[in-house]
């Protein structure tokens, strides 16, 4: 009775084009989830986000959900997801994504390791947009996520609208990881929103392989063109 109420007067809608959701629909309703651009990456272990990473640093797998596109679902959806505390997004795309990585070394990774937030924009967001995207691959894929062990040293703007001079040289010491001997030999796999110029993943790998005997493999939200 009250979840029928609480629809009544507080109906909910689609993430990604805004209409009211069916009975039987959740976060997402149908038709946008038969409109979402999936990349099936996850069926091709050389393919374009990988080639992101190729001759910069070793990777064991790189896979990213869907495409984002200028004014598409996606980018609306990871809008919501990361500035309007739209956390569900995250859960009902890991819940999605999940399925399709167990096809991958990544349903292989002993932790599941976040991109970080710095600690003053934790602040202003109150929460890291890919936490609930961490949770739902955590809990299908059973691996712990650990948000603990990577750190971001510096609070900084976007990386896409910085050179490749500057972004090579901040990535230098933008983040590190905590580590200790327990950290030896794992496979890590590192999460994030979206993929574009690879700067900040790279950054975010070049942290951990400095743990001895590392492997990491990589999964996205989305892979920008």
């Not at 029928?4 to 209409?19: E, H, R, S």
């Not at 790998?205 to 999964?219: F, G, H, Q, W």
């Amino acid at each position: 009775m009250l979840h029928a109420l609480l629809d009544l007067f507080f109906p909910t809608v689609c993430a990604g084009c805004d209409n009211l959701l069916l009975t039987h629909e959740s976060v997402i309703c149908s038709h946008c989830r038969h409109e979402i651009p999936l990349t099936n990456h996850h069926l091709q272990p050389q393919n374009e986000a990988s080639a992101k990473f190729f001759g910069r640093i070793p990777i064991e797998s790189v896979t990213a959900f869907a495409y984002f596109h200028k004014k598409g679902i996606v980018q609306e959806m990871i809008h919501k997801l990361k500035y309007k505390g739209q956390q569900d997004i995250g859960t009902a795309l890991g819940y999605w994504f999940a399925e399709d990585l167990k096809a991958t070394s990544a349903a292989f990774a002993d932790e599941i390791i976040p991109v970080p937030l710095h600690p003053k924009k934790m602040k202003q967001r109150g929460y890291n947009q890919v936490t609930s995207f961490g949770k739902a691959l955590s809990e299908v894929l059973e691996i712990p996520l650990d948000e603990n062990l990577l750190k971001r040293n510096f609070y900084s703007k976007t990386q896409t609208k910085k050179n490749l001079f500057a972004r090579s040289e901040l990535s230098k010491t933008l983040f590190e990881a905590d580590f200790s001997e327990q950290h030896r030999g794992k496979h890590f796999l590192l999460i994030d929103d979206v993929l574009t110029t690879g700067s900040t993943l790279e950054a975010c790998s070049r942290a951990l392989l400095k743990i001895p005997e590392v492997k990491i493999s990589i999964a996205c939200l989305a892979f920008s063109h």
